[in-house]
């Protein structure tokens, strides 16, 4: 546990969708259980796996609160697990993601505690290779509504909510990729409140199985309906817009490298940052080991 003061320590409430993920949720467990902030309950809602990953749950003892069981999908775990959970913040972490550091939950709840009036709080994220390398670091810019309208810059293991604004269901299950990015539209809409903490808060880890891979049709989908209910749209100069944005991201992105923590909260190589400043900058995507795309 950490020795700064805790002045205010309400629950904060991890909810884990999980379905045949074993290879990664070991470290999505261990990035949780290191956290140095002392009152978090951690919730996996395993959809029946034939996996190892039960045997990675029961091995986990009291760390981690789970049921193997089938659902309707990835937005049905997360809503079971928020059904279970009684947290006064609430964070969403898949399976095969992670907490960058050990320090992350702490730095969030006193984040929400100087700013009470403050419903969703995220962060900047680090996309990460199978293996646990450092790719590049995904900067994230304060919030806008019109911005966000736009396409989703808020990336989903670095962002935490106050269980305040949520309702049950928390997630809509029509949706089967954007369930996310509807969640943020709507408390947008509502008109919640949306901060960003700047620092490295969750990693976005590229495996052979992630969903940016392997449905684009159906966030396709999900993007038209999202159309319909909140006015999300690509204005004409959308192109060069998101062009101009991830050039300086990845420069904003570049600036963050030397100040963000070592000791990394998920298993890694012996150097995770090895040759992260030259992709950063100096690398096109296209360049990158097929493993980092």
Not at 165 to 186: K, N
Not at 220 to 247: C, F, K, M, N, T
Not at 272 to 279: H, Q
Not at 281 to 293: A, G, H, I, L, M
Request: charged share 25%; hydrophobic share 40%.
């Amino acid at each position: 546990m950490s020795d700064r003061t805790q002045a205010w320590t309400p629950l904060v409430s991890v909810l884990t969708p999980s379905y045949n993920q074993a290879t990664w949720l070991s470290a999505n467990l261990e990035s949780v259980a290191c956290q140095t902030y002392p009152s978090i309950e951690h919730i996996v809602m395993d959809g029946g796996s034939n996996d190892e990953s039960v045997a990675i749950l029961e091995a986990a003892g009291d760390s981690v609160t789970w049921r193997s069981e089938p659902d309707r999908g990835q937005a049905d775990a997360v809503n079971k697990a928020f059904s279970a959970s009684s947290g006064e913040i609430v964070g969403w972490l898949n399976s095969d993601d992670a907490y960058f550091d050990c320090d992350v939950v702490e730095d969030v709840v006193r984040f929400f505690e100087c700013n009470p009036s403050v419903d969703v709080v995220y962060g900047h994220a680090a996309r990460v290779a199978p293996n646990g390398a450092v790719i590049s670091i995904i900067w994230v810019p304060g919030f806008s509504d019109r911005r966000l309208k736009v396409f989703d810059y808020i990336v989903q293991p670095s962002a935490f909510i106050r269980r305040r604004v949520l309702t049950e269901p928390m997630l809509d299950v029509s949706m089967h990729f954007a369930m996310d990015y509807e969640l943020w539209l709507r408390l947008a809409k509502q008109g919640k409140r949306f901060r960003r903490l700047h620092r490295v808060v969750g990693i976005d880890r590229v495996q052979p199985a992630q969903k940016t891979k392997t449905s684009l049709d159906v966030w396709e989908h999900d993007i038209e309906d999202l159309a319909l209910r909140y006015g999300q749209h690509y204005p004409s100069y959308w192109s060069l817009y998101i062009r101009a944005y991830h050039v300086y991201t990845r420069l904003a992105g570049a600036l963050m490298i030397p100040r963000a923590p070592r000791a990394l909260a998920f298993p890694g190589p012996a150097d995770p940052f090895e040759g992260l400043l030259k992709r950063q900058v100096f690398t096109r995507r296209s360049d990158w080991p097929e493993e980092y795309k």
